[in-house]
């Protein structure tokens, strides 16, 4: 194939620049399916049926509708103590009423499915929250509870961090003091060639001097745990503030949101939303309405964004062009790497993440064996040290692995947007002469694996550590399927590829075998190449090449089962579970994790249930993650009943087969069912 060549790289740089330029210039709008943030606090459910449960069915509906129709704010509450219901939504203010509707429609529609029986819930997107509780938080800055996202792009340090400084400091001012809507949005200029943009905003129920509070403790978070960074987000209960180097918010509906609102006609709602109308709910409404005045700084050269279109595109072809003769001096040619040159462009994209081989050589001490942990499926893994003291895992891709290029693409790309607790991290990566390596965050627990089969170690592992990963993994697959930006199927869900923290949190890793799709997570995709670990691998996917979402439910019904039982897929795990579970002999199945109360001893009975539940021979028999996750969560919810798992493949090798014949391919792995 033709090589990635420096005119190429210009032409398509310019035309990505030209269409990010567009992009940059249009209203942000919500992904539905990617919430910053969804916060159940599990200390208080409601009855299904009840008072508290007829309040919030007759408030939250009300909210979308309130806010959309009174400038993106409403607040009420119904109903009387103890039952009584507060809820509160809000959308950016530089959104229009129809993206605000949009969006806390979603919300409303995704909280209680999040949250159900939750007496105090809260979700988050990038342009609207919604807020409900039993107890009145109106009026309240909390920032007990917080999300915080940093970019992985370092900025100077010095010039830059003033400038942001500055900024911040003018932005918390204005949204708290000289906005009518709480809200402040602009730019600072760090170089000429190098431009910041800000945003931030309160809930309007604060006061002024409780914003200030909540969004000075949201600035002093990102400048300690952000620092240098290009860009970073925090997330408050009753704040949020972000920055970064390219403008995302519309400077025109900025302007219109930070300007005066003139006085409302009588009659008619304030611009600001405040309280509302009871939708219904009898007994007594919390009234109080919402006014906010103050002083008018002297801001608006930083506040209104007012870049002239044709400076932004010479400053980025500057950019293009230089990146670009850069490129042209590295060692690398990128149709090593990818097929064509979008997939080369993304890892340029990327290139904030990139560390020097020199560095990890170093690191790793030349990728001895002493700083081997183990071996993947496209390659070594080794531990290192950098020379700040931070311990890092180094996946080295194999040379001759052609699935390895195609590996190190989809983690690059997709591991990198990912972020979540029960994920591991991807830090960065190196393509550099013939070396494509990853780098991680460094677990010191190692893998599930060393943990139930390694000398001694099995039995170190009470069953609140086995409950703990078994949740654990479950959120983190939940993640993936449905709360990430990209639907992603891991397709080789297996101990070795699950990670334990100091904590004994678990991670999972290597999603070499990750397959992105952008449609919906009941369909179903079908591979000539069926790569994974047999004894973990649903039936659909080694018969036919049939995979989805379910299949990994599937994998994750067998890690389930053998956490409890202590015993390898290869020693017939499914037959014997169901054999003893169906006869009624389940406490044959915890010898290796006996339980110390009879609570615990449920708790174990009830994870075999859901382990065979995803266990089912037919896929859609298997529920989501999502109903997975709510049933390790509700002990009240029933349970359906299993069918007998038939199919088992013996063996955990890993493989990877052809269902047809290939001139490609050394040898084709035949599969038959047991």
């Known amino acids: 194939q033709p090589p990635f060549t420096h005119t190429g790289a210009m032409h398509s740089l310019i035309s990505i620049l030209v269409v990010f330029l567009s992009l940059s210039l249009i209203a942000t709008t919500t992904n539905a399916d990617d919430p910053i943030k969804v916060d159940c606090p599990s200390n208080t459910n409601y009855t299904r049926g009840g008072a508290f449960d007829a309040n919030l069915a007759a408030l939250l509906p009300s909210l979308p509708v309130a806010a959309a129709d009174s400038s993106g704010f409403a607040k009420n509450s119904t109903g009387a103590t103890p039952d009584q219901a507060f809820g509160l939504a809000q959308c950016r203010a530089d959104l229009n009423a129809s993206a605000c509707r949009t969006c806390l429609d979603v919300a409303f529609r995704n909280i209680t499915g999040r949250c159900p029986g939750q007496r105090t819930a809260l979700i988050i997107y990038d342009t609207c929250l919604l807020r409900y509780s039993d107890t009145n938080f109106f009026g309240a800055a909390d920032t007990s509870w917080w999300r915080r996202i940093c970019n992985t792009q370092t900025a100077q340090p010095l010039l830059f961090m ?16 000289g906005s009518p809507r709480m809200f402040a949005a602009g730019a600072a200029e760090v170089t000429p060639y190098v431009r910041l943009y800000g945003m931030a905003q309160c809930t309007r129920d604060l006061a002024a001097d409780d914003c200030t509070a909540c969004l000075s403790d949201a600035v002093k978070s990102v400048t300690k745990n952000c620092d240098g960074k290009q860009g970073a987000r925090m997330y408050h209960r009753s704040c949020s503030l972000r920055y970064e180097v390219y403008p995302f ?19 008619a709602r304030p611009v600001n939303g405040g309280d509302l109308p009871n939708p219904g709910s009898t007994g007594s409404t919390h009234t109080g309405t919402f006014a906010k005045k103050g002083s008018t700084h002297t801001v608006r050269t930083a506040i209104l964004v007012s870049v002239p279109v044709a400076l932004t595109v010479l400053v980025l072809l500057f950019v293009a062009i230089y990146i670009c003769n850069r490129k042209r001096h590295k060692h690398l040619s990128f149709s090593h790497v990818a097929s064509n040159g979008h997939e080369s462009e993304e890892i340029v994209s990327l290139e904030s993440l990139q560390y020097n081989l020199i560095t990890l050589r170093a690191a790793t001490d030349n990728f001895s064996e002493q700083n081997r942990l183990g071996q993947g499926a496209f390659g070594p893994v080794y531990k290192g040290k950098l020379q700040n003291g931070q ?95 990209l639907t992603i199927i891991h397709r080789d869900l297996k101990p070795g590829n699950i990670l334990l923290d100091a904590d004994m949190n678990p991670k999972i890793s290597d999603f070499g075998l990750a397959k992105l799709f952008k449609i919906d997570d009941l369909s179903v995709a ?29 994998s994750y019904g067998v890690l389930v089962l053998e956490i409890i039982t202590g015993r390898r897929p290869s020693e017939d795990l499914l037959k014997f579970v169901w054999k003893h579970w169906s006869k009624g002999n389940v406490l044959l199945l915890l010898d290796s994790c006996p339980a110390e109360d009879h609570r615990k001893h449920e708790e174990m009975l009830r ?4 382990g065979l539940l995803c266990v089912q021979d037919e896929a859609q028999l298997r529920p989501h993650m999502a109903d997975v996750v709510l049933m390790l969560k509700s002990r009240s919810m029933t349970l359906a009943s299993p069918t007998e798992p038939i199919f088992a493949v013996p063996s955990e090798r890993p493989m990877v087969a052809t269902l047809e014949p290939s001139i490609n391919e050394a040898s084709i792995s035949q599969l038959e069912p047991r």
């Open 249 to 267: 918010f519309d400077a025109k509906a900025v302007e219109v949101a930070m300007s005066p609102v003139p006085a409302p006609a009588p009659g």
């Open 391 to 485: 311990e890092i895992a180094v996946k080295r891709l194999s040379k001759t692995s052609q699935q390895g290029a195609v590996e190190m693409k989809n983690e690059v790309v997709l591991v990198a947007k990912l972020q979540h607790k029960n994920l591991v991290r991807l830090l960065g990566y190196c393509i550099e002469k013939h070396e494509r390596l990853l780098v991680y965050e460094f677990l010191s627990n190692k893998s599930l694996d060393k943990i139930l089969y390694g000398p001694a170690r099995q039995w170190e592992l009470s069953w609140e550590q086995r409950y703990k990963i078994i949740d654990g993994i479950g959120r983190g697959l939940m993640y993936l399927h449905e709360d990430s930006r």
């Open 607 to 610: 994870c075999i249930h859901i």
């Open 526 to 554: 079908n591979t000539n190449h069926v790569a994974g670990t047999r004894g973990y691998m649903a039936p659909e996917y080694v018969l036919q090449g049939i995979f989805s979402a379910k299949s990994d439910v599937f």
């Open 162 to 177: 003033s400038r942001l400084a500055a900024m911040l400091s003018n932005l918390t001012g204005t949204a708290a003091h």
